[in-house]
């Protein structure tokens, strides 16, 4: 078909066709590491499996279909495709980056590329004139992250993209928490999309996994080059695994932001919890613009005990029986975890608690199981 797929018709069919060999509708896995050649450098277009592999590819072509992107790139997991994207820069460059983020993030941040004189400005991106004042000659890079992780802030993607379009700052957003369901950077007008495809895109907590989208062919020309010269690459049993989750990512996501939507109001209306923070909520700051540049609310959300009682919140997660207590997200399952003491302990206790990420934080991964089900274990939990 020449016309533009929908996007629930581009998750199962976006970049992909039969396989040459047998007419397989599945892409094969193809577990080789090296590929005959008839002559030097006559090749069927593979030669190594670190510079390219077919199942690889195959994925990479469908993660730059469901991103709106020209070009796509599979890594071992999110940090390494942040790793990438950091190996553009130079000492001496700056990053403004979102001040609520993942805590690996940060630790990459600032435990190995300031080692490297990179430097790093954190900022409350939800008003973009913070990034304006942080801009320097040598500002090269702006990271987002929205919605952010766990506070769930949401960014106004077109606004920092004018903000890097003025300065020829190249921007970057972390798509993990939206995934490219509920939102499409690159048609915002960013230059860079990441993902932690081990999250929604894989969707069942069986793969860790990277991923890059770019459109334009110089950066992809030196992203290539970083992937296959520092080879932090994912496998082709998991690039077989994560494809396999983006052809079913558009009805998970449906589930998943249903079920939130249920339970965030459900945590809204209950006495002994004190905010509940999903950027469905109309007066959650910055809710105009997730609903401008979202399909819907996703399936993520955190709330913070009455009181900001740490013992309380700690109790619920120990108590929660549906939701399992654990790291990661973005899985059929539902998850919950203490950022604190989890994701986001390696950033110190003050720089959390300036964006919210206070001990009595709990953050859940909503999953697709019955709703009332969830709702009853939360119930219990909380009591």
């Known amino acids: 078909m020449k016309?533009?797929?929908?996007?629930?018709?581009?998750?199962?069919?976006?970049?992909?066709?039969?396989?040459k060999a047998y007419g397989a509708v599945m892409p094969p896995i193809y577990q080789t590491s090296t590929y005959a050649q008839t002559t030097p450098g006559g090749h069927q277009g593979f030669e190594y499996s670190r510079t390219h592999n077919p199942t690889r590819k195959a994925l990479e072509n469908s993660l730059a279909s469901i991103e709106g992107g020209n070009f796509g790139f599979a890594f071992g997991s999110g940090l390494a495709a942040m790793d990438a994207v950091l190996k553009?820069?130079?000492?001496?460059?700056?990053?403004?980056?979102?001040?609520?983020?993942?805590?690996?993030?940060?630790?990459?941040?600032?435990?190995?590329?300031?080692?490297?004189?990179?430097?790093?400005?954190?900022?409350?991106?939800?008003?973009?004139?913070?990034i304006s004042r942080c801009i320097t000659s040598n500002t090269k890079l702006i990271w987002v992250e929205t919605p952010t992780n766990p506070m769930m802030n949401i960014i106004d993607i077109q606004a920092v993209a004018k903000i890097a379009k003025t300065h020829k700052i190249l921007l970057a957003v972390d798509n993990t928490f939206a995934s490219s369901y509920l939102q499409q950077p690159l048609t915002l007008g960013a230059d860079i999309v990441m993902h932690s495809a081990t999250k929604y895109l894989a969707g069942h907590s069986d793969v860790v996994l990277g991923a890059?989208?770019?459109?334009d062919t110089d950066l992809a020309e030196r992203i290539g080059f970083i992937q296959n010269a520092s080879g932090a690459i994912c496998g082709p049993m998991d690039s077989f695994l994560t494809l396999r989750g983006i052809k079913t990512l558009h009805v998970r996501m449906?589930?998943?932001?249903?079920?939130?939507?249920?339970i965030a109001h459900f945590l809204k209306n209950n006495p002994k919890i004190e905010n509940?923070?999903?950027?469905?909520?109309?007066?959650?700051?910055?809710?105009?613009?997730?609903?401008?540049?979202?399909?819907?609310?996703?399936?993520?959300?955190?709330?913070?005990?009455?009181?900001?009682?740490?013992?309380?919140?700690?109790?619920?997660?120990?108590?929660?029986?549906?939701?399992t207590l654990?790291?990661?997200?973005?899985?059929?399952?539902?998850?919950?975890?203490?950022?604190?003491?989890?994701?986001?302990?390696?950033?110190?206790?003050?720089?959390?608690?300036?964006?919210?990420?206070?001990?009595?934080?709990?953050?859940?991964s909503v999953g697709i199981e019955d709703v009332r089900d969830l709702i009853a274990d939360l119930e219990q939990a909380i009591g």
């Open 3 to 19: 016309e533009k797929l929908h996007f629930n018709s581009q998750t199962i069919h976006g970049g992909q066709h039969p396989d």
């Open 254 to 262: 449906q589930r998943h932001c249903e079920n939130a939507r249920e």
């Open 276 to 323: 509940v923070f999903w950027p469905g909520f109309e007066e959650h700051p910055n809710h105009q613009i997730a609903k401008s540049q979202m399909h819907d609310f996703g399936g993520m959300l955190s709330f913070v005990t009455k009181g900001g009682d740490y013992k309380a919140a700690i109790k619920i997660v120990e108590r929660l029986q549906l939701f």
């Open 212 to 215: 890059l989208v770019v459109n």
């Open 326 to 364: 654990a790291e990661s997200l973005g899985g059929v399952e539902s998850l919950a975890g203490h950022p604190a003491s989890m994701t986001h302990a390696s950033i110190p206790k003050a720089e959390r608690e300036k964006s919210g990420v206070v001990d009595a934080l709990i953050r859940l």
């Open 88 to 130: 553009l820069l130079q000492p001496g460059d700056e990053i403004i980056s979102t001040n609520d983020l993942y805590g690996g993030s940060y630790r990459l941040f600032t435990k190995i590329f300031e080692g490297f004189g990179l430097k790093f400005h954190f900022v409350g991106m939800e008003d973009t004139a913070n």
